[in-house]
Each structure stands twice: as structure tokens, then as C-alpha cells.
């Protein structure tokens, strides 16, 4: 199945989530399509993690997405539960300005509750539009792929040195090369081709035409 967005946009709840979902995939598309990425925390609240700002535009570089298509958030990490209102009207202004045909977001499976509280937001302020959830290893319970996107090499490449870039994580097992590779391989195997990154269907809004 083919499928394209004119506008697809990509949102995340911390700095890498994108990257460590779908870096792959943002990589094959950035150069074909209007992409935006927007992280609703930039975990600057953190005195640990004071350099994850840099380091996710220094990744999103990488992967070939413009400084002016990332968008970092106002809220605050671990407590998205408590600012559900102002993060469902967050993404209605998205909606309104980016005007999205095609959105990713965490997965269902996914126990972080910053994680799943923007992604049931993401569903009630895109009604009528496609969105699919990617998986954050890390905190996922029970994910299986059932929209698998066939990804090239250079495309894994680019997301392993994108995620390199975070030298605060660096020594965290979900930033491990061979584990995100053989994610992509273990995901290709399931679609018959060399690499794949793969989604949650949350919905899929489609037109059967000849």
C-alpha cells in the first residue's frame, strides 16, 4: 500500500521520543513532504538533562528536519495528566495552523502517562484525520506493528547517529545501535523487506479509488 501526507505532522512528549519512534521514517520523508515535529516538553525542568535541548535539534539535523519545523512545548515533564484541557487546545491551534493530513504519535501500548495522555488528546483533536503511534521501547507493554513501513539502510543509519547525538542517554540500553537496528530488522522480517519501522493503527481515514 502507498500512502503520503502533503503535511505530516509528528508529535512526541520528550526530546528523542520522536527519533526513538520513527527517526527512520521522519529521514525517508523530510525531503519528500512539509514535515513538522513538535515535543511537548523540553525537559528543562530537569537539572540533569539540561543539555537535551541541543542535542534533540543536533539529532532532528541529523535526520534532516529544518530548525524552523521543530517545535518544543510549554509543559512540564511527568505531569502531562494534570494539563490535559491545555494540551488538547495546544494541538487544536496545531491543527488550525499546520492544518495536518497525516499525524504520529506515542503508541497505545505505551505506560509512560505523559505518553498516553497526548496521545488520547491527539485522538480527540484530530477526529477525521490519519494517525498512527509509534513505540518508545523503553516504556512500551505489548506492542505489535500492524502498519509497517519499509525504511531504506541509509535511513536506519541516519537514525542511529541522530540518536547518537544525545550524549546524556548515551549510556542507556534503549540508545544501544544494535538494539534500534535489529528493532528495524525485526520489523522489516515482518514485512518481507531488509528494514521497516512499524506503527499502531489508531486511525486510519482512507478513500478506495482505482
Known amino acids: ?3 503520503f501526507g502533503k503535511r505530516v505532522l509528528f508529535l512526541g512528549a520528550h526530546p528523542d521520543d520522536i527519533e526513538l519512534g520513527c527517526g527512520a521514517l521522519l529521514h525517508h520523508i523530510a525531503k519528500q513532504t512539509d514535515v513538522l515535529c513538535v ?16 542535542e ?12 524552523e519545523k521543530i517545535v518544543l512545548g510549554p509543559f512540564t515533564t511527568r505531569v502531562f ?25 506515542h503508541s497505545k501500548n505505551d505506560l509512560h502517562q505523559d505518553h498516553l495522555t497526548m496521545t488520547d488528546e491527539a485522538l480527540r483533536a484530530y477526529r477525521g484525520i490519519t494517525v498512527l503511534g509509534f513505540d518508545v521501547v523503553r516504556s512500551s507493554y505489548g506492542f505489535f506493528p500492524h502498519f509497517i513501513v519499509e525504511v ?11 540518536l547518537s547525538q544525545y550524549e546524556t542517554y548515551r549510556d542507556r540500553y534503549y540508545f544501544n545501535a544494535e538494539l534500534t537496528r535489529s528493532i528495524m530488522v525485526r520489523h522489516g522480517a515482518l514485512a518481507e523487506c531488509p528494514f521497516a519501522e512499524g506503527f499502531d493503527i489508531l486511525r486510519i481515514v482512507g478513500k478506495f479509488e482505482k
Open 1 to 3: 500500500m502507498n500512502f
Open 152 to 162: 531504506s539502510e541509509e535511513d536506519v543509519n541516519k537514525k542511529i547517529e541522530a
Open 81 to 105: 495528566p494534570d494539563a490535559r484541557q491545555e494540551i488538547l487546545e495546544y494541538f487544536l491551534k496545531l491543527r488550525k495552523d499546520f492544518k495536518p493530513d497525516l499525524i504520529f504519535v
Open 39 to 54: 515535543t511537548l516538553s523540553d525537559n528543562q525542568k530537569n537539572p540533569d538533562l539540561q543539555n537535551v535541548k541541543d
Open 56 to 67: 534533540h535539534y543536533a539529532s532532528m539535523q541529523v535526520l534532516g528536519v529544518p530548525r
